[in-house]
């Protein structure tokens, strides 16, 4: 009885699918190619410069942050509260904002800066192709 209890721990603990439940946005594929050397991306090629890109539920926004590898950051532009119709504002400081309820995130992790927030920004993962071409995935 033992082994077969066990046995029903592992396979219920090995099929279960990654499911960050603090995420409420829509799922949606991304996979955004960016050529650094053209007019509207090259200035990412400067530390702490940052563009919106299309992609995403209402966009992206991409970031060199000048360290780590890759040193770039994206994050959708969707108010991680799934209330607003517009797309998040980022400034070039530290934080992304949603304009319908004032809730700010971290450009860094995502993470809620105002109080009462649970829900993260959603980031997405960049891979460096090479010094001038990344591609933004959500997988």
């Known amino acids: 009885m033992r082994k077969l209890l066990l046995l029903f721990l592992l396979t219920s603990f090995f099929s279960c699918e990654k499911n960050n439940s603090n995420d409420i946005l829509p ?3 991304v996979n955004v190619v960016l050529d650094l050397n053209l007019p509207q991306y090259v200035q990412l090629k400067t530390p ?8 995403g539920l209402q966009g992206i926004v991409v970031q060199n942050t000048g360290i780590g590898n890759p040193h770039y950051k994206a994050f959708e532009r969707a108010c991680p509260n799934n209330d607003c119709t517009v797309p998040m ?10 304009s319908c309820d004032n809730s700010e995130y971290s450009i860094i992790d995502g993470s809620p800066q105002t109080t009462g927030n649970i829900h993260f920004a959603r980031e997405y993962k960049v891979n460096e192709i ?5 591609i933004i995935t959500n997988y």
């Open 27 to 29: 799922n949606i594929d």
């Open 48 to 55: 702490s410069d940052w563009v919106y890109v299309q992609g």
């Open 130 to 134: 090479n010094e001038n071409t990344l």
């Open 89 to 98: 504002t980022f400034d070039g400081s530290l934080k992304l904002k949603c």
